[in-house]
């Protein structure tokens, strides 16, 4: 998904056009941009307002500088892409909304391809998407569409048919996607701080609103995919997971949608000021020296300033600095950075904290001798209870995440080794979540079936399979996040 940004130079070389000298990838893209301006208008103006007269102006412009570029203009969708000719468009996270725009929009309305021909006139062009943008409720749009550009002789842009494959858009898919453009945008985020260069807050915040949305349509595998753990590049892994799941459990505590977002934004920055903290101590095998721990512990006081010296501050809510401030402070205010007069800590905060000390410990780091798997981390939280945590908020947690959390890997009775993948949460099938079966009773590694637990043979009358016990992935050499991410692909 990653690599979907980079361009290689000769890539790059090969596809510049000769009139602009823009590339071909750029020329394209700035035609979608137009195209989508175009598209929102439309839906609210007539044809002949000015400000489409404008735009549409600009936007034969664009395509003008395409046709000259390339004997053919022709966009086509294809497996969550969208393809100029035969070049993949690659979009970065500022325009990323105007893809996800189209292709939901072109989705919607089955058009996998658009052509237009090159004597194509602004008034055509104009009448074509007017028609093409119009909301559609027919069962089938497409023939509809199709049908009223012949009434209307409109024969510069041609359309086919999505094909049937292509038209479910798979939330898992796009979940993952967002998993990692959140990574990439932090990655991204972490150098700029380091030149100094100005940070897009708007695209963070649309971010974080996106995870939203798909926390809501998809809880279990959002859960699932804080499985991932990059080694290489903790810092970003780790605050993208706490970010997903403080959202998640400060839904569960009836946060307001504004408030989860500003509280994601939060936890996404939580760790910022470890930009500062030397890699030597970051990553340093056993333990730190009384020297080396006071570095450690001006994180949070270093991620606060950080985050008040950017120039769109002003954007960023307040908690946001309470959150980089305190996640480390206990609920009894012990823990660091240690204040002289403190009385409260954010609730914000609070949530992080135990979200932040959740990742912290199912993550196998060089200098933690013992990895945690998912419900040991819950037990070991449950122990240190009051002291550590706020009681009201662990509890929250504890039930969001059940006995046994999405991503667990569980022996059945049967023999079988199964991948938690959703939680039931009816109180009395707690011991009961869904699974997909990853090892069969012989021990071979498989791609098994997706079962529920609460399952019952209608023969003896007993539950089909039940968990015996929690296992370690690690000691039987399963990857969970693999699972996760293969179902994304699928
Ligand atoms: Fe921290
Ligand atoms: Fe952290």
């Not at 598209?39 to 044809?47: D, P, Q, R, V």
């Not at 002949?48 to 735009?55: A, K, R, T, V, Y």
């Not at 292709?103 to 007017?130: H, M, V």
């Amino acid at each position: 998904m990653i690599e979907e940004k980079e361009k290689t130079e000769e890539e790059e070389k090969q596809a510049e056009s000769g009139e602009t000298g823009l590339p071909i990838q750029k020329l394209a893209i700035n035609f979608l941009t137009r195209f989508y301006i175009v598209f929102k208008i439309l839906k609210l103006y007539a044809e002949n307002n000015e400000l489409i007269e404008e735009q549409t102006t600009l936007l034969m412009e664009d395509l003008n500088r395409l046709k000259a570029a390339e004997p053919e203009v022709k966009f086509r969708i294809k497996q969550e892409s969208i393809f100029f000719n035969q070049q993949r468009l690659k979009f970065s996270l500022g325009n990323y909304h105007i893809f996800k725009f189209l292709l939901e929009e072109f989705r919607k309305r089955e058009i996998g391809q658009l052509e237009f021909s090159p004597d194509i006139g602004r008034q055509e062009l104009t009448r074509a998407l007017a028609i093409l943008c119009q909301k559609r409720t027919e069962a089938q749009p497409y023939e509809a569409i199709q049908a009223e550009l012949q009434d209307n002789q409109i024969t510069g842009l041609t359309l086919e048919k999505m094909q049937a494959s292509e038209r479910l858009l798979s939330p898992e898919k796009s979940s993952a996607r967002l998993y990692f453009l959140s990574i990439l945008h932090l990655r991204e985020i972490s150098e700029r701080q380091k030149d100094n260069e100005k940070i897009r807050l708007n695209t963070t915040r649309r971010l974080i609103q996106s995870i939203f949305n798909h926390l809501i349509d998809n809880e279990s595998f959002l859960l699932g995919l804080t499985n991932i753990k990059n080694h290489d590049e903790y810092t970003l892994n780790h605050s993208v997971n706490v970010s997903l799941l403080a959202i998640a459990l400060g839904r569960r505590l009836g946060l307001s949608r504004v408030e989860l977002v500003d509280l994601g934004l939060a936890a996404f920055f939580h760790d910022l000021g470890k930009i500062e903290t030397p890699l030597e101590i970051l990553n340093k095998p056993g333990q730190l020296t009384e020297e080396e721990r006071k570095i450690m512990e001006l994180h949070p006081h270093q991620g606060a300033e950080k985050l008040v010296q950017l120039k769109e501050f002003r954007r960023l809510p307040i908690s946001a600095i309470h959150v980089a401030m305190e996640h480390h402070i206990k609920e009894d205010l012990s823990g660091y950075p240690h204040f002289k007069i403190k009385q409260d800590v954010n609730l914000y905060s609070r949530i992080v904290k135990v979200c932040d000390f959740f990742d912290a410990i199912t993550t196998k780091r060089v200098y933690r001798k013992k990895v945690f798997t998912r419900a040991e981390a819950l037990s070991l939280m449950l122990e240190q209870g009051r002291t550590e945590f706020n009681p009201v908020i662990l509890k929250a947690f504890v039930q969001m995440m059940g006995i046994f959390p999405v991503g667990s890997v569980v022996l059945l009775n049967t023999g079988e080794i199964g991948l938690v993948t959703a939680v039931n949460q009816e109180l009395k099938f707690l011991l009961r979540p869904r699974v997909k079966i990853i090892v069969d009773a012989a021990g071979n590694k498989i791609d098994g079936e997706l079962v529920d637990l609460t399952e019952i043979d209608l023969e003896n009358r007993k539950y089909k399979r039940t968990i015996v016990k929690e296992i370690n992935p690690d000691e039987y050499g399963l990857n969970v996040a693999d699972y996760f991410l293969a179902e994304a692909e699928a």
